[in-house]
């Protein structure tokens, strides 16, 4: 198996692909560029439900894949392998240094014609940004010792677009997805710890308060000054009491009444009155 040089990719670009880029080469590879197509596997609270299906880029539309998430990636160009070759494809180095790793296969079959869909995972920490159009694949071609015949050659169409079919269902719980759950969550039970110390503080001043107004409504009942009264419809004792008191106080009005019972006497016992 010989590899292609750069000087025959160069030479026979027109033969193995169509919209191929102005400076396609690196070294002895071709440099596919991101297409128009891409899909984004959401987490299960990604609030951005147009990314359950796949996007269609305009030109030089830029995209995020998230830490932990997987992606599908058309590229720009159609390629077109002869039966006597074989591709071998790889993510170009800077975007697998940010993590980005291809999932979907390393080659591509003798007589296969079309696009091509890599499936990709953000292995890293941190959300990778692309676009369309920005060189991110490698394509070598390889000969073989011969034509591959009928029998060894890829027979079905080849990919146009991303096909609903290799999409999964529902979100994906990557392990950065569930790291941010338990984060939402120790945050809510934090806000809970907290609420219920200001309210048990709350009840606790409340109580005081209430406890507070009793016992001074308590020592103010107390110390009430009372009056005391005999039966119901009598006068108050107080009052003859102090009658008394004045009456023997009083010598004058005493004499006074003294003469008026023996004038009454005297009166009684003088006949003919």
């Given amino acids: 198996m010989t590899f292609w040089s750069g000087d025959k990719l160069q030479a026979n670009l027109n033969n193995i692909l169509e ?3 102005a400076d396609p ?3 002895a590879a071709y440099q596919l560029r991101m297409g128009t197509e891409v899909y984004i596997t959401p987490h299960g609270h990604d609030p951005d439900k147009s990314k359950s299906t796949v996007i269609k880029l305009e030109e030089k539309q830029g995209f995020t894949i998230p830490a932990g998430q997987f992606a599908f990636l058309l590229t720009e160009e159609k390629i077109k392998i002869p039966k006597n070759c074989l591709g071998l494809i790889s993510m170009k ?3 697998k240094f940010k993590g980005l790793i291809n999932i979907s296969g390393f080659h591509v079959d003798p007589g296969y014609e079309g696009k091509l869909v890599f499936a990709v995972f953000n292995a890293g920490p941190h959300v990778i940004h692309l676009k369309r159009g920005k060189p991110l694949f490698l394509l070598w071609i390889a000969d073989l010792d011969s034509d591959a015949s009928e029998q060894y050659t890829k027979k079905f169409e ?6 609903t079919e290799i999409i999964p269902p529902g979100s994906i719980s990557s392990m950065q997805a569930l790291q ?6 120790d945050k809510e ?3 809970f710890k907290s609420f219920r110390s200001a309210f048990f503080t709350i009840l606790k001043g409340v109580g005081f308060a209430i406890m507070l107004a009793i016992a001074i409504v308590g020592l103010y009942f107390a110390y009430l000054p009372v009056t005391d009264f005999e039966s119901e419809g009598s006068e108050p004792v107080g009052k003859h ?24 006497k005297s009166n009684a016992t003088e006949p003919g009155k």
Avoid: H, W
Avoid at 180 to 185: A, D
């Fill in 241 to 264: 009491k102090t009658m008394n008191q004045e009456s023997s106080k009083n010598p004058i009005r005493e004499e006074t009444n003294e003469n008026k019972v023996l004038d009454l």
């Fill in 25 to 27: 080469i690196d070294c």
């Fill in 180 to 185: 941010e759950e338990i984060y939402r969550i």
């Fill in 93 to 95: 180095a800077k975007i």
């Fill in 19 to 21: 919209d191929y880029s």
């Fill in 158 to 163: 080849g990919n146009t677009s991303i096909s």
């Fill in 189 to 191: 039970i934090a806000f």
